[in-house]
């Protein structure tokens, strides 16, 4: 079981690599190679999920404990989120974005360990408890990376489409408006699975009686940057580049919470 | 049998010649039944560019010959006065070229959407006028895939050929779907009037035009079933409207970056797209420097319809191979006519020995229950099938490589084959 983990890991970097290396000769010369990319997407994917079912097979408890681990599972969320629109064809431009940052994060989660057959020990996120507040929290991750994806794909287009870069019509993109519904959409589904990771986080706490400490506030400013947005988006009618912006800017803030997140 | 045909295109002749060959839809069902004649058949494509006749006949000169005739009657000039204007082409390349017509290869822009209906057209006419036999319907069906294969397969038609195109796909990539949307025509002209029709197809909701003429806005705006009115209108509407078109006569500009700016205020970040056709322009081109403003001249856009051009060019190299793979198959299965007979005869002479013998165990079969008597019934058949699968394979895969003729005569001398032995079958069933 160890050893088939083990092979496991090389389709799926493969697919990752041959992804992202596609969507980039893509973006450079549009054409066929997206149709390579989503199928090193495809590939890629349904071989880390079989990985993810045998490190669980073979694991007692949850077998993401470790920040590694809990990297794959990540890479493995935001992979499975982008296929949702990354089939469709003018949404297959957002795996420039999506597809080089997995296939670099599926890297450093093997270097370390988490993607290998040395992950399964249960260590200490044994209990169901636990298992939700890291799903949800790496789940609500993997949504505000997709919108970032989403909201730097709009300003690069809004770029060219300004710039009147005679090749804009030949890139099969996504439309501006579409963009900025999706990233705000995306955000409205991530950040009620982080307000639930957050809680099931501190309702654990209170009955531990541990202490509040720095993780937890980036985790809680990162909360309230994504609630900012969509009350501006929503509320006050935000709308285009500044909506894009606010997301960027709110992911910063998770890519300096994902890291301790995962530490636990 | 063998295909022939005779035309020509905006390659070959001008627009005049075109305009003379061109066949109208009243005339087409007479003309394909005079090229058919009583055995053959026959298809005309006649579009702007092209009028081509496409003649299925045992005699390929006599229906060249036929089709001279009735193009040399059309133009009213004499055939030897028509035919450096014409080319003929006979089978594979006749099949291949039509194959090309389909996929807009031969087209003024390749990657243009309506020759595969015209192509459609042709077919269905032939069809209705009784011309359309074995070899026309594999033809047209096969062209018509070969189209629908080029489009889908290929980006050859994806991106737009024509400044009003061009406008429309922008928009598109600004605000998705356009229905619902609202336009602002500045100006009454003829080029708004043609982007405006391309927005409106693509479902363009309500449409305001401003002219300094309010008489020419209001006839403009009745044609869109939109509203007029004079220029000083111009500021309160860009509140609203997610699209302006402008082409006015004006020699300064009609808007400026400052009024722009007070509506995008309004608007709430809501975008706006600018198409300015006007030369000199009608926008100031500061415009596209405000936030949620998209603003493209009449030179931008030419920039954008020759990328798209070259790109339509590179995407047919691609399609030529699909051309090429299409027009093999149809090779390959006009040569397997040849060995088609013999197939059917050998066939025929088989079930019909499997009939006799089991209609001479007939006795001996009584004994059996009708579930058992089908079992017998398929048993045989399916031996019979076997038995001959591999034979009608080598003989079309021999038909393939020309030697098919051979082939089906070893076949029909092994066997003491007679073509009275197959049902009367038509090529392409």
Redesign the interface.
């Known amino acids: 079981m160890g050893e088939l983990a083990v092979i496991l890991v090389w389709p799926a970097l493969a697919g990752y690599l041959e992804a992202a290396v596609a969507y980039v000769g893509d973006g450079v010369r549009?054409?066929r190679l997206s149709r390579f990319a989503i199928w090193g997407v495809r590939i890629g994917w349904l071989a880390q999920t079989a990985l993810l079912v045998v490190q669980a097979a073979r694991a007692e408890g949850f077998p993401w404990g470790t920040w590694a681990g809990s990297l794959n599972l990540f890479v493995w969320l935001v992979v499975g989120a982008y296929l949702i629109w990354g089939c469709r064809a003018p949404f297959r431009l957002l795996g420039l974005v999506v597809m080089p940052l997995a296939a670099v994060l599926f890297v450093v989660a093997w270097l370390s360990g988490g993607a290998g057959d040395g992950n399964g020990d249960g260590s200490e996120l044994g209990d169901l408890f636990l298992v939700f507040h890291v799903g949800l929290i790496l789940a609500a991750f993997a949504g505000f990376t997709l919108a970032a994806g989403l909201a730097g794909l709009y300003l690069w287009?809004e770029r060219r489409?300004?710039a009147?870069a005679?090749?804009?019509?030949?890139q099969?993109?996504?439309?501006?408006?579409?963009l900025d519904a999706l990233t705000g959409r995306t955000i409205l589904v991530a950040l009620p699975a982080l307000t639930l990771g957050l809680a099931v986080g501190l309702a654990r706490l209170g009955s531990d009686g541990g202490g509040f400490d720095a993780v937890m506030a980036v985790a809680l400013l990162t909360w309230a940057a994504y609630a900012a947005f969509l009350l501006l988006r929503y509320e006050a009618?935000?709308?285009?580049?500044?909506t894009a912006y606010l997301a960027l800017a709110a992911f910063a803030l998770v890519a300096v919470a994902l890291v301790p997140v995962t530490h636990f | 049998m063998h295909l022939v045909l005779v035309g020509t295109s905006h390659h070959r002749a001008p627009v005049e010649l075109r305009e003379q060959l061109y066949v109208t839809a009243p005339e087409n069902p007479e003309l394909v039944r005079r090229l058919a004649g009583d055995e053959g058949e026959a298809v005309a494509l006649s579009t702007c560019n092209r009028t081509e006749l496409y003649v299925v006949d045992d005699d390929p000169e006599a229906a060249q010959e036929r089709a001279f005739a009735e193009l040399a009657a059309l133009s009213g000039l004499s055939e030897s006065e028509i035919a450096p204007s014409l080319y003929t082409l006979a089978d594979e390349a006749a099949a291949m070229h039509l194959f090309r017509v389909a996929a807009s290869l031969d087209s003024m822009i390749p990657g243009e959407a309506q020759i595969l209906g015209q192509v459609r057209g042709a077919y269905e006419t032939a069809k209705e006028a009784g011309t359309a036999g074995g070899i026309v319907h594999r033809l047209f069906r096969q062209a018509l895939r070969v189209g629908r294969r080029v489009r889908s397969e290929t980006a050859i038609g994806e991106n737009p050929a024509s400044i009003s195109s061009a406008a429309a796909e922008l928009a598109e990539r600004v605000f998705g779907t356009l229905e619902g949307r609202r336009i602002l025509v500045l100006g009454a002209g003829k080029m708004s009037d043609l982007a405006t029709v391309n927005l409106i197809s693509r479902g363009v909701e309500s449409v305001f035009v401003a002219n300094r003429s309010v008489e020419r806005a209001e006839k403009l705006a009745r044609r869109f079933g939109g509203r007029a009115a004079g220029l000083d209108a111009v500021e309160t509407e860009l509140e609203d409207v997610d699209i302006v078109v402008a082409s006015t006569g004006a020699r300064g500009h009609v808007l400026s970056a400052e009024q722009v700016e007070r509506a995008m205020r309004k608007r709430k970040g809501r975008p706006i797209f600018f198409v300015d056709i006007a030369v000199p322009r009608d926008v100031d081109p500061a415009v596209n420097d405000i936030e949620g403003c998209y603003l493209y001249d009449v030179d931008d856009l030419d920039r954008v319809v020759e990328e798209s051009v070259a790109g339509r060019r590179e995407e047919a190299v691609r399609a030529e191979a699909i051309v090429a793979e299409e027009a093999e198959g149809f090779r390959a299965w006009q040569l397997s006519l040849d060995v088609v007979p013999a197939i059917a005869s050998l066939r025929a002479r088989a079930e019909s020995i499997r009939t006799t013998e089991l209609e001479r165990a007939e006795g001996r079969l009584n004994t059996l229950s009708p579930s058992e008597r089908r079992a017998v019934e398929s048993l045989t058949a399916q031996i019979v099938n076997k038995l001959l699968h591999a034979p009608t394979v080598r003989m079309k895969q021999a038909a393939a490589a020309a030697d098919g003729v051979l082939y089906a005569d070893a076949v029909r001398h092994l066997f003491d084959l007679d073509e009275r032995d197959s049902s009367a079958r038509q090529p392409g069933e």
């Open positions: 549009p054409g287009q489409l300004k009147h005679p090749g804009v019509l030949r099969r993109a996504p439309s501006q408006a579409a009618g935000w709308r285009g580049r500044r």
